[in-house]
T-cell receptor, first 117, second 113 residues
């Protein structure tokens, strides 16, 4: 099991450029999420998905798009990069939170460090 | 106001010290409580998981929940330099929909030789 993988590890963009951050998991998890982590702000949820074809907004969705065409993949798209999007981005996956007693552990990827100039 | 509040630190202790990391939460309906550990330049990983009130012990780590005061604690005994990391707390309600999990901001811990 590779767990949760993210590419690229590091990216530099110019303001206005677009890019896609890739995330894949091989644990057959229903839930997948994207977070950004900034100093003093902790982990903030950008978008999440409860299954293939279903996505929803988190706390800070503006400027980002997601899609979930398969259970395994959950790419995050930056439409027009801004310096405020400089951050570390983490993808996470977990089982569906439905059954009491089942651990809803979120498994995180290694992160993508993004610098927008 | 964030649903989970945590002192960001940094907290610096000597090797062998007992460490106490704390969080407060605002939603009295929260049932599940987790601690994640995040090493520098890595993703967070689950360290401890508790349901409802009480204590849970795992080796040198003890997680404690006091629902009456909405207080979550993580104690580390005989702290080691390898415990140097950021510790994030998390609490939530179990529901069938959504995945909005409020993490604390994390407390940075450094254990010095």
């Amino acid at each position: 099991n590779a767990g949760v993988t993210q590419t690229p590890k590091f990216q530099v963009l110019k303001t206005g450029q677009s890019m896609t951050l890739q995330c894949a998991q091989d644990m057959n998890h229903e839930y997948m999420s994207w977070y950004r982590q900034d100093p003093g702000m902790g982990l903030r949820l950008i978008h999440y998905s409860v299954g293939a074809g279903i996505t929803d907004q988190g706390e800070v969705p503006n400027g980002y798009n997601v899609s979930r065409s398969t259970t395994e993949d959950f790419p995050l798209r930056l439409l027009s990069a801004a310096p405020s999007q400089t951050s570390v981005y983490f993808c996470a996956s977990s089982y569906k939170r439905e059954y009491p007693g089942r651990q809803e552990t979120q498994y995180f990827g290694p992160g993508t460090r993004l610098l927008v100039l | 106001q964030k649903e989970v509040e945590q002192d960001p630190g940094p907290l610096s202790v000597p090797e062998g010290a007992i460490v106490s990391l704390n969080c407060t939460y605002s939603n009295s309906a929260f049932q599940y409580f987790m601690w994640y550990r995040q090493y520098s330049r890595k993703g967070p990983e689950l360290l401890m998981y508790t349901y409802s009130s009480g204590n849970k012990e795992d080796g040198r780590f003890t997680a404690q929940v006091d629902k009456s005061s909405k207080y979550i604690s993580l104690f580390i005994r005989d702290s080691q330099p390898s415990d140097s990391a950021t510790y994030l707390c998390l609490s939530y309600i179990l529901t069938g929909g959504g995945n909005t999990l409020p993490f604390g901001t994390g407390t940075q811990l450094k254990v010095e030789l």
